[in-house]
């Protein structure tokens, strides 16, 4: 039974991916930071299954303690401080975690056992302001937050470790994914929450940034497989991956409002507040290297994604039980 170790277990990724690794006959280690409330809520049915063990990137000793415990064939790195308008607010704290955070976990390996593979979740935001169109592996990165600045980081020591110490580290340069178990405050889930309230008579108006921004946009649970196949691999590489298609936050709120028969021009207000201070306008990938190399493909269509969402918000409030989809996986 192969081990892996998961960073940031608790988050949307984290969830699906020990899904994944589970199904698979792994048996899986999630690294969770102390807090004073529950985090464990997109894991809660996971929990029988994983075993968790108490870690911080900010914290050199614990990742050489769980890595000399466990021992892992396999480590994924998915923790880091994510939200991009954070990483405004505190900019030293998302370079510690997501950047330099990248860098003790490496060391960790290099000292442990080097043979231990790595998976370094990068960003889409890493080509910010693109300069080319779609964006590919080669395309040369150009932030424009500190997250975006700090993943640049991240992916570059992973190269660095990859060919300095001929660690297995690969960089899965991922364009948004998006699920039900999507945090709030990111703005489909934010427009698939505010839908729901809505229709429910339970809220008015929902208030959004920038409407224009576009971004390539698939669903989580797809996703988790190619950062596994990476890792599957004979040799490490940097990879893109995303659906190759790009849809504004303007038509992300046609079809969810759309689609429980309300019109977003009646409710959507534009709030100064969630514009940024520097903005990604457009992202949209060229996943061939993901295609023809892992043989991986979305299985979910944008459309199909947003009313997903928006029947999971809907369930909740209605106080069903949340769908939230449970991949079966071969
Ligand atoms: P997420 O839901 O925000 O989860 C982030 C995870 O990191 C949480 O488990 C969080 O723990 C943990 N974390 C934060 N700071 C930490 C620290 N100092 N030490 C240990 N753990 C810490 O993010 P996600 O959407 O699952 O994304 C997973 C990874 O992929 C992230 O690195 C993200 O930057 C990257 N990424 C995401 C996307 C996307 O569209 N989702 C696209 C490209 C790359 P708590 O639960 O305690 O907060
Ligand atoms: O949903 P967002 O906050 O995601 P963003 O900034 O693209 O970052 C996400 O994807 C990255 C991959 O490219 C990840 F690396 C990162 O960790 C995260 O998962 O914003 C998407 C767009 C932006 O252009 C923003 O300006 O939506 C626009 N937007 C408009 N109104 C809004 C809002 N974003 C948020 N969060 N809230 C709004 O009210």
Redo the contacts with the bound molecule.
Sequence with gaps: MPTALV?????????YLAELLLAKGYKVIG???R?STV??E?IMHLLDDITIVQ?????QGSLLSFLEEYNPDEVY???????VPTSWNQPA?TG???AL?VTRLLEAIRFVNPKIKMYQ?????MFGKVVEVPQTEATPFYPRSP?GVA?VY?HWITVNYRESFNIFAVS???????SP???LE?VTRKISDGVAKIKLGLSKDLHLGNLEARRD?GF?GD?VQAMWLMMQQDHPDNYVVGTGETHSVREFCEIAFGYVGLDYKDHVVKDDRFFRPAEVDLLVSDPSKAHSQLGWKPSMKFPDLVKMMVDSDLAHYKGEKAITPRRVYG
Excluded: C, M, P
Aim: zero cysteines; charged letters at 20%.
């Design positions: 960073t940031g277990i608790t988050g949307q990724d984290g969830s690294v969770a930071r807090s985090t464990s997109r870690g911080d990137l900010h914290d790195n998915l923790a880091a401080q994510s939200f704290l510690d975690v997501t955070g979740a990068s960003s889409s935001e997250y993943k991240g899965g340069i991922l364009f948004n994914h998006e178990r999507r945090g990111f946009w989580a996703y």
